[in-house]
């Protein structure tokens, strides 16, 4: 019988890529409960190292390793400017830097960690309590 999640194994000699991160990004998203998935269905992912500068005052971060993703929807023309009408997606930015500092900072599997941190953060985008969440993740993740 085949495992319903697909592993990927990465033996990193060097710290992770833009394109290490996008394939464990993708990856999370594709094993999502599938109740999630409608929300990620169109979801674009973006790596950037580091948040920008408007983007972390924004968030009220108090500097930029705080800040490990951020989902922005695709009707807003940026940060709260939204569209009138809009067929973007949403973009999910996940900050490459911050990730791999955090990585190291709880030495927690680097697939699970961004599975969870994208978890969370759509989830809370659509108005999960943070108990909710808790136990979808204990559950599905």
Wanted: aromatic share 8%; hydrophobic share 40%; charged share 30%.
């Amino acid at each position: 019988m085949q495992a319903s999640r697909q592993e990927i194994i990465m033996n990193f000699s060097t710290p992770p890529s833009d394109d290490d991160l996008l394939v464990l990004a993708r990856n999370a998203i594709a094993n999502f409960p599938d109740e999630f998935a409608a929300f990620c269905k169109d979801i674009e992912i973006v790596i950037e190292d580091f948040v920008d500068e408007h983007t972390e005052s924004l968030l009220e971060a108090e500097d930029s390793y705080e800040v490990l993703l951020y989902l922005q929807s695709g009707s807003e023309i940026s940060p709260g400017i939204e569209r009138t009408n809009s067929s973007e997606n949403d973009v999910l930015r996940l900050y490459r830097r911050a990730i791999i500092d955090y990585w190291a900072e709880t030495q927690e599997d680097l697939a699970e960690l961004v599975t969870r941190i994208i978890f969370e953060e759509v989830a809370g985008e659509h108005e999960y309590t943070a108990e909710e969440i808790v136990d979808m993740i204990n559950t599905h993740l």
